[in-house]
């Protein structure tokens, strides 16, 4: 026997690359897995912080003349709250409605351009 042994028998060394290209790509893939959880956590972190920024900025927009108008109203300050809230909530539904609308319209356009570059080859 060679100083190698089992690493002489061609079929061992066969099965020891084919466990070692296995062992490789699931690390790439576990790397890969890892960079996009990164990806994902950093790209939620900034969606945060721009839902912050727009909460602010709504709530001073809108709260004085929310406000004024329940007070001419003589709507307590306990259900000014809730209006308040409520109206906020309704802005914030027809603008989510608005900008999906536009998304779709940017995505039609999109795989339309791209059939149409795709049937000009």
Do not use: C, Y
């Not at 084919?18 to 956590?41: D, F, G, K, P, Y």
């Not at 709260?63 to 259900?79: F, K, M, R």
């Amino acid at each position: 026997m060679t100083s190698g042994g089992a690493l002489a028998d061609p079929a061992a060394r066969e099965k020891l690359a084919r466990a070692q290209a296995a062992a490789r790509a699931q690390a790439a893939a576990a790397s890969t897995v890892v960079v996009a959880t990164i990806i994902t956590l950093v790209t939620s972190a900034f969606g945060f912080v721009a839902a912050l920024a727009w909460n602010d900025a709504l709530t001073r927009l809108l709260n004085p003349a929310i406000e004024s108008s329940l007070q001419t109203l003589h709507v307590p300050t306990v259900w000014a709250v809730l209006v308040r809230a409520i109206i906020i909530t309704l802005i914030a539904v027809v603008a989510v409605v608005i900008l999906n609308r536009v998304a779709r319209r940017m995505v039609k356009r999109s795989a339309l351009n791209a059939a149409n570059a795709e049937s000009l080859m």
